[in-house]
């Protein structure tokens, strides 16, 4: 497995790591709610029950509380209602993507000239060092905040150095100096971070 890949699973475990110590200190136990085994979707590494709704409108995709709402008009095929989806994926990732730009450009030194969002298979990112470019994998929107910020930052950091060598390293350290802040992925719990 390659560094990013192992980072992201761990990141996105740190989340419910921490709720399950707390459930343990407070011990806590809540019923097993009903709708775990019915059909449900990760937005920002939180679960929601996916629920559809046929309506003669243009459709639309809204969170509510802990439900998914993807509202069609009637007899919308599977496949539709996939890209339906898959397009309100994508337009919450590039929302998501310019203030960990912002904030760490600066921090880095880096320039980001563009970013674009695509479907990958086996990357969560990547970057063009000529074109100062950056590629995001559409499913980080699916993944805690704090992964799309580690990925950001982890292009970010190759648009200066191509390796994962020791300067690359350094080059990541005030981010994984921010990753043993004990709030780091409690604020994906609560909401969006800073
Ligand atoms: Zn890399």
Redesign the pocket.
């Known amino acids: 497995m ?3 890949t192992i980072c992201v699973f761990a990141i996105s475990k740190l989340g419910w790591i921490r709720q399950q110590q707390k459930k343990v200190r407070e011990q806590e136990r809540e019923p097993l709610r009903e709708y775990l085994d019915r059909e449900s979707r990760y937005v920002w590494g939180k679960r929601y029950l996916l629920k559809v709704i046929a309506k003669d409108a243009a459709p639309q995709v809204e969170l509510k509380h802990s439900q998914l709402v993807l509202q069609v008009r009637p007899a919308t095929g599977e496949d539709r209602k996939q890209a339906i989806l898959e397009d309100w994926y994508r337009a919450q990732l590039k929302a998501a993507i310019p203030p960990p730009i912002a904030k760490w450009g600066p921090l880095m030194g880096v320039k980001v000239a563009r970013f674009f969002v695509q479907r990958m298979k086996t990357k969560w ?1 990547s970057c063009s060092l000529r074109a100062a470019n950056i590629r995001l994998n559409t499913d980080l929107a699916r993944k805690p905040r704090e992964c799309l910020e580690y990925i950001v930052v ?2 970010m ?2 648009l200066l150095e191509p390796t ?1 060598n020791s300067r ?1 390293m350094t080059l990541m350290d005030p981010f994984r100096h921010r990753l043993r802040n004990p709030h780091f992925a409690q604020a994906s719990v609560a909401g969006p971070s800073g």
């Open positions: 390659n560094l990013d990112g982890h292009e950091a190759h994962h690359f």
